[in-house]
T-cell receptor, first 111, second 115 residues
Framework: AQSVTQLDSHVSVSEGTPVLLRCNYS??????LFWYVQHPNKGLQLLLK??????LVKGINGFEAEFKKSETSFHLTKPSAHMSDAAEYFC?????????FGRGTQLTVWP | NAGVTQTPKFQVLKTGQSMTLQCAQD?????MYWYRQDPGMGLRLIYY???????DKGEVPNGYNVSRLNKREFSLRLESAAPSQTSVYFC??????????????FGPGTRLTVL
């Protein structure tokens, strides 16, 4: 069975401080993993994806994520938050073309 | 390239009314998808079309029908809308079906309210 757990429904940070959004997954297969971002009243945009190459994946806007098979985790990080990062973030497992979404983490960035 | 487009952007229906949500992609993708997004939940797959001429049920298909009109267009129909179908609907497309590595590209969404 496939499932995705985003460990925090809300994360608040100050501008310029690090961001950590946590994701754990379970999958019967060797999955690919994605992070998507959704800004208010917008569609979903791909931030980055892991597809069994390098375990540290760099994405757009300074985000990166590390795939840890032993911990079944794929946490999203950014060294320094910007106001424009305020959005909802979804961790997604892709198993044979089917996407399984986490419930999302709402990121708030304070000035 | 417009990517994935959806119409309408907003819609309000009364219980029992019908409507069709339209989706089109200009990336020459083979596979297309319809999802719904409810508060506090991730997206859930309603129906998908692996390739032109085929459609299959996803996780939450009840109350919906779909048509893959051609390679570009994939519509979602609500025959008799219910308040439980109040949601945000997203269309997506990807190059192929069944690939672990393909990215799905999403449209901007349709916000539907059923009174």
């Amino acid at each position: 069975a496939q499932s995705v757990t985003q460990l925090d429904s809300h994360v608040s940070v100050s501008e310029g401080t690090p961001v950590l959004l946590r994701c754990n997954y379970s999958s019967s297969y060797s999955p690919s993993l994605f992070w998507y971002v959704q800004h208010p009243n917008k569609g979903l945009q791909l931030l980055l994806k892991y597809t069994s190459a390098a375990t540290l994946v760099k994405g757009i806007n300074g985000f990166e994520a590390e795939f840890k098979k032993s911990e079944t985790s794929f946490h999203l990080t950014k060294p320094s938050a910007h106001m424009s990062d305020a959005a909802e973030y979804f961790c997604v497992v892709n198993t044979l073309g089917r996407l399984y979404f986490g419930r999302g983490t709402q990121l708030t960035v304070w000035p | 390239n417009a990517g994935v487009t959806q119409t309408p952007k907003f819609q309000v229906l009364k219980t029992g009314q019908s409507m069709t949500l339209q989706c089109a992609q200009d990336m020459n993708h083979n596979s297309m998808y319809w999802y719904r997004q409810d508060p506090g939940m991730g997206l859930r797959l309603i129906y998908y079309s692996a390739s032109e001429g085929t459609t299959d049920k996803g996780e939450v298909p009840n109350g919906y029908n779909v048509s893959r009109l051609n390679k570009r267009e994939f519509s979602l129909r609500l025959e008799s809308a219910a308040p439980s179908q109040t949601s945000v609907y997203f269309c997506a497309s990807s190059p192929t079906w069944g690939s672990n590595t393909d990215t799905q590209y999403f449209g901007p969404g349709t916000r539907l309210t059923v009174l």
